[in-house]
């Protein structure tokens, strides 16, 4: 048993919060008429291509709404030249806008943040490449993600929260060609003052709804804020989380995972069939589920605000394991997935001291009433015992 410390990782990295509110208190304040009205004005630009003339105004558009709810916010432009994507023809010469907004830490001297980004940009494709010089209202792809992080910014700009860390709430340019918003915003971040992400939560596509599920597309070795996003789905909302990794290069969390920081990805789990089409109109999505997922990112923030990081890392040493995944929080440690032939599931301390043991499959193990450290959770099969996780309990 003594072999197990070995796989003990020992982090220091959580702290108290300055200020409590109740999440609850934060979330009733989300609005889905709000909502539906911010999709609503984004749709009312003809179009929002990255290479239209309208994504200046777009921009400045939303400098102003981040300036009214008490953000700090700046235009960040940078130039393309001669750039020429996919089957476009012409070649492209403009500059292009990210709406960068910021709301301070209550200690303003930290250069930790938590961003929460969404693209503008859209494009239509059905007829003609062409097609999105002139009109593409991008209503789910995504003024739906800008308009969930307009809503978020509306209630912390209403709130008298003292958040713990910087919330910056970025809305980027030229997604959907290629990423070059966010890829543009990353290079800053890395070779300019460095405003530290801790996280990052992107919504990219979170209007339509057939099945009451939301797709979380999750990161290697960002556990600790998956579980939190999955926490927070079945505590605040009905939805049924589905998680997968399909995707995770096609939005602008990618390039935040690519640099080196950890990223989650939210998006409706049944895609629209008029993204990227002139039919991508605001009739076609639904609002309450919009609000649902507004409830999940906040509350995201929220816990992130609060307690810090809370990790736990999945052992990948045996490819059976690779689909036991398993949930945690403060108190509780939740497994799904467990194999037929299960036998023991236990848990010890970093002495190597059995703490929990049980024979049964069981699906979550209470862990409140044990003292802060390291544990290593492992399951025992009739053929072997494997160890799961490791999990640090602050």
């Given at each position: 048993?003594?072999?197990l410390?070995?796989?003990?990782?020992?982090?220091?990295c959580?702290?108290s919060?300055?200020?409590?509110?109740?999440t609850?208190?934060?979330?009733?304040k989300i609005?889905?008429?709000?909502?539906?009205?911010?999709v609503?004005?984004?749709?009312?630009?003809?179009?929002?291509?990255a290479?239209?003339?309208?994504?200046k105004d777009?921009?400045?558009?939303?400098k102003?709404r981040?300036?009214?709810?008490?953000?700090?916010?700046?235009?960040d432009?940078?130039?393309?030249?001669?750039?020429?994507?996919?089957d476009?023809e012409?070649?492209?010469?403009?500059?292009?806008y990210?709406v960068?907004?910021?709301k301070?830490?209550?200690?303003?001297?930290?250069?930790?943040?938590?961003?929460?980004?969404?693209?503008?940009d859209?494009?239509?494709?059905?007829?003609?490449?062409n097609?999105?010089?002139?009109l593409?209202?991008g209503?789910d792809?995504?003024?739906?993600g800008?308009?969930?992080?307009?809503?978020?910014?509306?209630?912390?700009?209403?709130?008298?929260?003292?958040?713990?860390?910087?919330?910056?709430?970025?809305?980027?340019?030229?997604?959907e060609?290629?990423?070059?918003?966010?890829?543009?915003?990353?290079?800053?971040?890395?070779y300019?003052?460095?405003?530290?992400?801790i996280?990052?939560?992107?919504?990219?596509?979170?209007?339509?709804?057939?099945?009451?599920s939301?797709?979380?597309?999750?990161?290697?070795?960002?556990?600790w804020?998956?579980?939190?996003?999955?926490?927070?789905?079945?505590?605040h909302?009905?939805?049924?989380?589905?998680?997968?990794?399909?995707?995770?290069e096609?939005?602008?969390?990618?390039?935040?995972?690519?640099?080196?920081?950890?990223?989650?990805?939210?998006?409706?789990?049944d895609?629209?069939?008029?993204?990227?089409?002139?039919?991508?109109?605001?009739?076609?999505?639904?609002?309450?589920?919009m609000?649902?997922?507004?409830?999940?990112?906040?509350?995201?923030?929220?816990d992130?605000?609060?307690?810090?990081?809370?990790?736990?890392?999945?052992?990948?040493?045996?490819?059976d394991?690779?689909d036991?995944?398993?949930?945690?929080?403060?108190?509780?440690?939740?497994?799904?997935?467990?194999?037929?032939?299960i036998?023991n599931?236990?848990?010890?301390?970093?002495?190597?001291?059995?703490?929990?043991?049980t024979?049964?499959?069981?699906?979550?193990?209470?862990?409140?009433?044990?003292?802060?450290?390291c544990?290593?959770?492992?399951l025992?099969?009739?053929?072997?015992?494997?160890?799961?996780?490791?999990?640090?309990?602050?």
């Open positions: 048993m003594k072999r410390l070995c796989y003990i990782v020992l982090l220091v959580c702290l919060a300055h200020a409590q509110t109740n609850d208190d934060l979330l009733q609005n889905s008429d709000s909502i539906r009205n911010n609503e004005a984004l749709e009312a630009f003809p179009t929002r291509f290479f239209s003339p309208f994504s777009v921009a400045f558009y939303l102003d981040m300036e009214y709810y008490g953000f700090e916010t700046v235009i432009s940078f130039y393309m030249e001669d750039y020429i994507w996919g476009m012409r070649s492209e010469n403009m500059f292009l990210n960068l907004a910021l301070y830490a209550y200690n303003q001297n930290t250069d930790t943040s938590i961003f929460l980004g969404a693209h503008y859209n494009r239509s494709t059905s007829f003609s490449f097609d999105s010089y002139i593409a209202p209503a792809d995504n003024a739906s800008v308009a969930c992080l307009l809503e978020i910014a509306r209630v912390l700009g209403e709130s008298t929260i003292e958040n713990k860390y910087n919330i910056r709430i970025e809305f980027y340019a030229g997604e060609v290629n990423l070059l918003g966010s890829s543009h915003r990353l290079q800053s971040i890395s300019d003052w460095t405003p530290y992400p996280a990052m939560i992107n919504l990219d596509m979170v209007g339509n709804n057939l099945s009451d939301i797709q979380i597309n999750y990161y290697d070795n960002c556990d804020l998956t579980n939190i996003v999955y926490n927070n789905t079945i505590t909302t009905n939805l049924i989380p589905k998680f997968t990794q399909e995707f995770i096609r939005s602008d969390s990618w390039m935040f995972f690519a640099w080196g920081f950890d990223a989650v990805f939210l998006s409706e789990n895609f629209s069939p008029f993204y990227h089409t002139p039919q991508d109109s605001s009739v076609f999505l639904d609002y309450d589920y609000s649902k997922i507004t409830n999940i990112t906040l509350a995201t923030t929220f992130i605000m609060n307690k810090g990081r809370e990790d736990v890392f999945i052992e990948n040493e045996a490819t394991n690779e036991i995944i398993c949930y945690f929080d403060n108190a509780t440690i939740y497994l799904t997935k467990l194999p037929n032939d036998r599931i236990v848990l010890v301390n970093q002495l190597g001291e059995i703490v929990f043991e024979n049964k499959a069981e699906q979550k193990i209470n862990i409140s009433t044990l003292p802060k450290g544990y290593i959770l492992l025992e099969t009739t053929t072997t015992t494997k160890i799961v996780k490791k999990i640090i309990k602050f």
